[in-house]
């Protein structure tokens, strides 16, 4: 025989039912556990033998950009999107990020091997297992495969230039930190490369770019270069060739359009209708830009090879097009005199400084390359680079030098 619960019981069960809704409410109403960076496996054959790690914000919408971030040596895939600042901006303007992860099984510093030719070639080896993570990505998490970035700072910004050039139709655009041009290593030495730089033309450079994908006729990605005008690591000669490279692979010309100051010391040239942008960034050594602070245009942690000068994170994710509205153009104020006016003043006169070879390029006036000296912006030899060949340079515009005055 069923037993009649008790107005107590009646009671107690009403209220366990309105706890339970209660809960599911809650429960319902609660946000998604936050993105974390996780490892991803099984995305394809893997002939690099890389590590793939992605991080997508809460919330990330359908059809949303995604961006490649390769580490620098030393470097690993939590480290570099902690502190680089990109974590802000997926989380802020909603685009996935896509991490390759190198190991010291493939190279003992952990560096992307941009100079191994079996790894800089399309369809071999590392190059293939990031091409393969894009892949997967774009497939799995439903990813806008027309709006896929890189950046990478160091090793890993030579093997952006590597994707760059050897998957073009994969990439909407690249920025290549502290960088070197796509195959200044092989045939070089990676020494001379990183610490003299290699002379090429601009023709011979775009050959090396158009070679890697051989009878390739669609769409090239924009670029943008970052270097630090005192980098010892990988002297400011590579900023120079790489912009020689892709001005000449996207088909305009080696002189600037426009050039821009921005803070910290920093000039912006741009070239063509903002197909390639050159960032030099005055007195920095050999890592990334990063600026940390609580603005929109603030970003990073000052640590090693993560630089406070300036947010290059920023500036690169909106040369990207991420924040949500189209590529913008370079907006700072020119450093171009306009024409002056009839009440204008007269012009102040140049800058010039007289000093050793080695104290101007120590100063970032001036860099190294081969055992001489030559004026930054204009590349002009000054001649042997040491304490006791002294040359004049005349500054005509932010980290452009020309000598004499």
Not at 4 to 23: C, E, I
Not at 96 to 109: D, E, K, M, R, Y
Not at 259 to 281: F, I, K, M, N, Q
Not at 320 to 337: C, K, N, Q, R
């Amino acid at each position: 025989m069923r037993r009649r619960s008790s107005p107590l019981t009646r009671l107690a069960g009403a209220f366990a039912a309105t706890v339970l809704a209660a809960t599911a409410l809650v429960t319902a109403a609660a946000p998604a556990q936050a993105a974390t960076l996780t490892q991803v496996t099984g995305f394809g054959s893997n002939p690099g033998n890389l590590a793939m790690y992605a991080y997508r914000p809460d919330g990330l919408p359908a059809g949303a950009p995604a961006v490649v971030l390769l580490h620098g040596c030393t470097q690993n895939a939590a480290g570099y999107v902690a502190d680089s600042g990109w974590q802000k901006y997926a989380d802020l303007w909603k685009f996935a990020l896509i991490v390759p992860q190198q190991s010291t099984a493939n190279q003992a510093l952990t560096c992307f091997n941009w100079f191994t030719e079996g790894d800089v070639t399309r369809g071999q080896g590392e190059a293939l297992s990031i091409r393969q993570m894009v892949s997967h990505a774009t497939s799995t998490y439903g990813l806008d495969g027309s709006r896929v970035f890189v950046s990478g700072l160091s090793a890993g910004g030579a093997m952006s230039a590597v994707m760059l050039a050897t998957y073009p139709e994969v990439f909407a655009a690249g920025s290549v930190i502290a960088g070197l041009p796509y195959r200044c290593s092989p045939p070089a030495s990676t020494s001379v490369c990183q610490y003299s730089g290699v002379d090429r033309t601009p023709a011979a450079w775009g050959d090396l770019v158009r070679a890697a994908y051989s009878g390739y006729t669609g769409r090239r990605p924009r670029v943008a270069i970052w270097h630090g005008t005192s980098d010892s690591t990988v002297v400011p000669a590579n900023a120079v060739e790489s912009r020689d490279q892709w001005t000449d692979v996207l088909g305009v010309s080696q002189t600037p359009t426009s050039t821009s100051s921005l803070p910290a010391g920093t000039s912006l040239e741009v070239y063509g209708d903002d197909a390639v942008r050159l960032y030099r960034v005055a007195g920095m050594g050999h890592g990334t830009p990063v600026d940390p602070g609580a603005g929109t245009d603030q970003c990073g942690t000052a640590t090693s090879y993560f630089l406070d000068t300036i947010c290059s994170t920023y500036r690169d994710a909106r040369f990207f097009g991420l924040d949500g509205g189209t590529t913008p153009t370079p907006s700072p104020t020119l450093t171009t005199p306009p024409t002056a006016s009839p009440t204008s003043t007269a012009t102040p006169a140049p800058t010039c400084v007289t000093a050793s070879n080695y104290a101007h390029v120590v100063a970032g006036r001036a860099y190294q390359s081969g055992g001489y000296a030559y004026a930054l912006g204009s590349n002009q030899r000054m001649g042997l680079y040491n304490t006791f060949y002294t040359s004049t340079l005349k500054q005509t515009a932010p980290a452009n030098w020309v000598v004499g005055c």
